[in-house]
């Protein structure tokens, strides 16, 4: 049987925020929730796990460091040493300073495309690739709950209705679950 | 009010004030044969006096910034950072005193006298010697700067300094304790009009006072970065102090309503404000060390040459130590970490007002030993003290700020 799914639509995201902790504490399972911009502090309301994107920003950013470190050693000191207004490139730590911007930028660099660029890839959301929002108004003016059947177990699809239903939503739609991508 | 210092607090606080008297007396038996002995005195009160000044200061233009802004989170913590700026009062006093001994002295000159040079000043332009021509230590580097760098200039300025200092620090005082009582926004947006101008003025006031009193103590070398440089440190300082004072009231169970987010926050000042200050440090050193002219180059190379290790030691703790150890989000609110790194910078700074002072009076001759050490300890204990004082003479939260209810519910 496949996968069947409860949406349950909010107009404002204090409200669903509230709805979010009564239904959670009655023991249901939010497997998402769609919003217009991100509602702050919802994500240990519904057990989203911290995110890792900070250590990957961090390793990218090392590995830029690191980039730039061996490019300009070997750009200018190993291979084609030159004299910029009389400091002649003879040793690394010695003209370090004038090496340190160029470390920066490459470290910026690295960890800001390429902590964007995973963001894009994990989430799936390149441009060009279909969009997974169960309802596209949730792009405009409306807050949704992501309630899959499978993930509670415990409760009946008439249950769950019930105990959502007890929240202030202003729609409710169960289906089937399709997976977008 | 809610708040009292504990006696185990006090007698903690005396015991610091102790300490570092007696390390000073011991600092100034042993010194007070050499050559160097009142300059390195009056250089000590001069970096020690700078450098809590700084901190109340700091948080003084914290404070005004915060009403600027029309910040909400920061309510929570307005007691803490009110307390810190309060010092403004006693570190003017002891400044301005320090100033009049200078002006009495043409400049602190209590040193000695080498074929008829005096040696020794703290503020040498002070001296009315070297912008005599006919004197045979006639500068005229020096002389070229007056008028503003003379002793009438300097007072007119330090006093308006002081005044605008002072004046701001007690009406931002007094609004607050009255807001306790009326609540409205009346007192809100009056805060608001005062801390825009207060950042206005502080926005000349720190450039032009740090030339004053501590980059004259080189009086032939400038740089137009100074002022951001010196004001860079003092926010830094200020952050982490409010840091500490925060952490400690928690634990002692006061500041209920901070929470973890309120920490989070004052966290990533202090990571920011250490980036900053590194960032000015190395303008201002990548430029000059680039073009390498003698004349401005003479400032690094006597850091260089003389306190290696302090010149650049105080530069790794600041930068490397929050960058490394505040970098994760989980260890801006974690109380332990947060103290050690806290502490650790304080003296790091402490080490960078040292930097600025003692090779522009010193020369080579400057070192840290008992006489530093005692002092800091004293004048840190002291600092503590009469913010604690503060802290104690109204509620530590404020009862009708407009944006209380929001600084409660703060949530990162």
Not at chain 1, 75 to 97: Q, R, T, V
Request: glycine fraction near 8%.
């Amino acid at each position: 049987m496949a996968d069947r799914v409860i949406y349950a639509m909010y107009d404002d995201d204090e409200v669903l925020m509230d709805g979010a902790k009564k239904l959670v504490s009655e023991g249901v399972h939010i497997t998402d929730v769609f919003s217009p911009f991100p509602i702050h502090g919802i994500d240990p309301i519904i057990g989203v796990k911290h995110t890792r994107l900070g250590i990957v920003s961090f390793m990218f950013g090392l590995l830029g460091m690191t980039l730039a470190v061996i490019g300009f050693k070997y750009f200018m000191i190993d291979d084609w040493p030159m004299n910029i207004g009389g400091k002649p490139n003879f040793s690394l730590l010695e003209n370090y300073p004038s090496f340190v911007p160029i470390t920066f930028e490459f470290t910026v660099l690295f960890a800001a495309h390429g902590m964007a660029l995973t963001y894009l890839l994990r989430n799936k959301t390149l441009p060009g690739m279909p969009a997974d929002n169960p309802y596209p108004r949730t792009t405009d003016d409306r807050f949704v709950m992501e309630i899959r059947l499978s993930d509670n177990t415990k409760f009946s699809a008439d249950e769950l209705h019930t105990k959502i239903k007890t929240t202030d939503i202003v729609e409710i739609e169960e289906k089937d679950y399709v997976v977008v991508k | 009010m809610e708040f009292q210092i504990s006696a185990r607090a006090k007698k903690t606080i005396f015991g610091v004030i102790g300490v570092g008297v007696l390390a000073f007396i011991i600092g100034v038996v042993q010194n007070s044969g050499t050559d160097q002995f009142m300059t390195r005195l009056f250089s000590n009160l001069l970096i020690d006096g700078f450098f809590f000044f700084a901190i109340a200061l700091g948080a003084l233009f914290f404070l005004a910034l915060q009403y600027a802004t029309e910040t909400g989170w920061s309510v929570a913590i307005k007691r803490v950072v009110e307390g810190v700026a309060s010092y403004v009062l006693v570190g003017a006093g002891i400044l301005l005193a320090l100033f009049l001994i200078f002006t009495f002295t043409d400049g602190g000159w209590f040193g000695t006298e080498v074929h008829g040079h005096h040696i020794g000043h703290i503020y040498e332009w002070m001296d009315p010697a070297l912008s005599d021509v006919d004197n045979m230590n006639y500068d005229k580097l020096v002389a070229n700067k007056a008028p503003f760098l003379t002793k009438w200039f300097f007072w007119i300025v330090t006093i308006l300094y002081m005044t605008v200092y002072i004046w701001f620090y007690k009406g931002f005082r007094k609004r607050s304790l009255q807001e306790d009582n009326e609540g409205g926004t009346k007192l809100h947006y009056k805060n608001f009009a005062k801390g825009a101008l207060f950042l206005v003025l502080f926005g000349y006031f720190s450039s032009t006072s740090s030339w004053h009193w501590l980059m004259s103590v080189d009086p032939h070398w400038f740089s137009t970065l100074y002022g951001w440089y010196v004001f860079g440190g003092m926010w830094c300082t200020a952050m982490v102090t409010i840091m500490l004072v925060t952490l400690y009231l928690k634990r002692k169970g006061h500041l209920q309503v901070v929470n973890d987010s309120h920490i989070h926050d004052i966290g990533k000042w202090v990571f920011a404000l250490s980036f900053l200050w590194s960032y000015l440090f190395f303008s201002q050193f990548m430029l000059y060390w680039y073009a390498d002219i003698p004349e401005e180059v003479i400032y690094f190379h006597e850091r260089i040459e003389n306190y290696k290790f302090i010149f650049w030691g105080m530069f790794m703790i600041n930068f490397i130590v929050p960058m490394l150890l505040l970098m994760s989000d989980s260890a801006k609110r974690n109380a332990g970490i947060l103290m050690t790194v806290c502490v650790i910078i304080i003296i790091g700074h402490w080490a960078d007002v040292y930097m600025l002072v003692t090779p522009g009076t010193m020369g080579e001759h400057g070192s840290i030993g008992f006489m530093e050490i005692g002092l800091f300890m004293a004048f840190a204990g002291l600092f503590v003290y009469l913010i604690m004082n503060t802290l104690t003479k109204a509620p530590l939260v404020p009862q009708n700020h407009p944006y209380l209810d929001e600084s409660k519910h703060h949530h990162i």
